[in-house]
């Protein structure tokens, strides 16, 4: 017996179903499936690193910053979570001394997050850790992965995704 791919499966059921549009609920349904895979691969190697998938986030978008530094409301646009989520998740990194958090020099309203020496130390740590599991995606080829960033680049754009 042949093995017949998941995704395929839930198309041609979904059609055989009389349900509407297969080919967007089979591209939903991987998009979601690879999701899933992929933060299970993350979270079990965050685990090692005593790290959410959040936190990581975090620590990585303030180290690809300027300066280090951002404005909590930049942080939540740029992950796009809630305010609230990425207040927690710095308060929780503030206390373990991997970033500082801080009013802004002109703007008493805006405080800001900066990755501290020793969040750098541990992003660091992580980072060569993930990068040795693929990010998630060990086994795929560069190639693969640079393609995969393409499309859904272009499906970002299409639904609006800048």
Do not use: N
């Not at 509407?20 to 079990?44: C, E, I, K, N, Y």
């Not at 927690?88 to 970033?99: A, F, P, S, Y």
């Amino acid at each position: 017996m042949t093995h017949q791919d998941s995704i395929d499966w839930s198309r041609t059921r979904w059609a055989e179903a009389g349900q509407p549009d297969p080919d967007h609920f089979a591209a939903m349904s991987a998009v979601l499936r690879l999701t899933q895979a992929m933060g299970a691969a993350l979270d079990r190697m965050l685990r090692d690193q005593d790290l959410s998938r959040t936190a990581y986030l975090v620590l990585a978008t303030l180290r690809i910053a300027r300066d280090g530094t951002l404005t909590m409301s930049q942080l939540s646009k740029r992950l796009i979570m809630h305010p609230t989520t990425i207040s927690l998740v710095v308060d929780q990194l503030q206390t373990r001394g991997l970033v500082d958090r801080g009013p802004h020099p002109s703007d008493r309203r805006t405080v800001l997050a900066t990755l501290t020496p020793a969040g750098e130390a541990a992003l660091t740590k992580t980072s060569a850790a993930l990068a040795a599991g693929g990010y998630g995606l060990d086994g795929v080829s560069d190639r693969l992965a640079i393609t995969l960033t393409e499309v859904v680049r272009q499906v970002r754009v299409a639904i609006g995704d800048e």
